[in-house]
């Protein structure tokens, strides 16, 4: 019975807290506190305590954009962009997103680079994936850690040459640029820089080094290490 108790009378509290909570947050919300209304919005987006309700979001975030907040006008750009209930706001979405990303926005880089990678809401463009997700990398976002890790490690398999080139200039070297196509054996070319893995790319897809083979080239991460091959016979 007591343990009965004592749960019921914890619960009471933390409802209690909750309610007072947002009683004080709501009311530095509209004195105009940036940050009581950033976290008003971002309650009201994920529904969060509150139900989710893109319109009190939008409300909240913009309140708190108009006070300068950087992380309003990154989460703003995102409800803009992805919510169904603001289709024609999309473009400003994304003036949003660039805004707070050049104020130092981690969240904002992360959700251009992840857009891009995706190419959900924009076309697809790895080389402007890799630049947003690194400048949210160096803020510390480990989220565009893994996405980079994504781009990095999976193959890409390109056939327009200047996406190709575009990729490597963006890639840390050394990489690997291999024909797509058989080349008996002579089609991969390990680049320790970026000038020489623009040189592999002009050669393979412009020049035809190796013919039809080098029409489209996969780029890939450099790795060192053992290699072993196995080989099974039934």
């Known amino acids: 019975i007591d343990s009965t108790f004592n749960f019921q009378f914890s619960t009471f509290n933390f409802q209690l807290d909750s309610i007072v909570h947002d009683y004080y947050l709501e009311k530095a919300a509209k004195a105009g506190h940036s940050v009581a209304q950033y976290r008003m919005g971002k309650m009201f987006y994920y529904g969060i305590i509150y139900r989710e309700d893109g319109y009190e979001a939008q409300k909240w975030l913009s309140e708190s954009v108009g006070n300068g907040n950087k992380y309003a006008?990154?989460?703003?750009?995102?409800?803009?962009?992805?919510s169904d209930l603001f289709g024609e706001f999309r473009n400003e979405g994304f003036s949003h997103l660039f805004k707070a990303?050049?104020?130092?926005s981690e969240f904002?880089?992360?959700?251009?680079?992840?857009?891009y990678m995706d190419g959900k809401y924009v076309k697809k463009d790895i080389a402007k994936a890799i630049e947003h997700l690194e400048i949210a990398s160096a803020r510390g976002n480990m989220y565009a850690d893994y996405r980079l890790a994504q781009i990095y490690l999976f193959e890409a398999d390109i056939f327009d040459m200047e996406k190709a080139l575009d990729y490597v200039?963006?890639?840390?070297?050394?990489?690997?640029?291999?024909?797509?196509?058989?080349?008996?054996?002579?089609?991969?070319?390990?680049c320790n820089t970026r000038e020489e893995a623009v040189e592999a790319v002009s050669s393979m897809m412009k020049d035809e080094k190796f013919g039809k083979s080098?029409?489209?080239v996969v780029?890939?991460?450099?790795?060192?290490g053992p290699e072993v091959s196995v080989l099974a016979f039934t």
């Open 73 to 82: 006008d990154a989460l703003l750009g995102k409800l803009y962009v992805e």
């Open 214 to 216: 080098g029409k489209s």
């Open 169 to 190: 200039k963006s890639c840390k070297c050394p990489i690997v640029v291999k024909a797509d196509g058989l080349a008996l054996g002579k089609g991969v070319l390990i």
């Open 108 to 115: 904002a880089a992360y959700t251009l680079g992840k857009y």
């Open 101 to 104: 990303e050049r104020n130092g």
């Open 219 to 224: 780029i890939e991460e450099f790795l060192t």
